[in-house]
Nanobody, 125 residues
Framework: QVQLVESGGGLVQAGGSLRLSCAASGLTFTLYAMGWFRQAPGKEREFVAA????????VYADSMKGRFTISRDNAKNTVYLQMNSLKPEDTAVYYC??????????????????WGQGTQVTVSS
């Protein structure tokens, strides 16, 4: 059974930092592009960042560029999202996602194979 388990969410003040982790199991991790999406109450799920299955290419939503960094540790089957300079509008449930043999760019527009359950990030003003 494929499982994506997010952790690291919580409450942080505006301007602060947070690192999310997503531990994957039940799949050959290196064959999957990994990404992060988020969903705020009353809004559609939004792309945040992705890293290709080769691990060398990353893409970000425009509002996250320069603030968020996605990375992966294939030895640990884990993808991370380092979030800096957090803003109240970053408040959302953040979801980890996996897409088989995808590039980071393709993950923005292609269907996602697997989703995690999400972790809440709340940024206070």
């Amino acid at each position: 059974q494929v499982q994506l388990v997010e952790s690291g969410g919580g409450l942080v003040q505006a301007g602060g930092s947070l690192r999310l982790s997503c531990a994957a199991s039940g799949l050959t991790f290196t064959l999957y592009a990994m990404g992060w999406f988020r969903q705020a109450p009353g809004k559609e799920r939004e792309f945040v960042a992705a890293i290709g299955w080769g691990g060398t290419t990353t893409v970000y939503a425009d509002s996250m560029k320069g603030r968020f960094t996605i990375s992966r540790d294939n030895a640990k089957n884990t993808v991370y999202l380092q979030m800096n300079s957090l803003k109240p509008e970053d408040t959302a449930v953040y979801y980890c996602a996996a897409q088989f043999r995808s590039t980071a760019q393709a993950m923005r527009v292609s269907p996602v194979n697997y989703w995690g359950q999400g972790t809440q990030v709340t940024v206070s003003s």
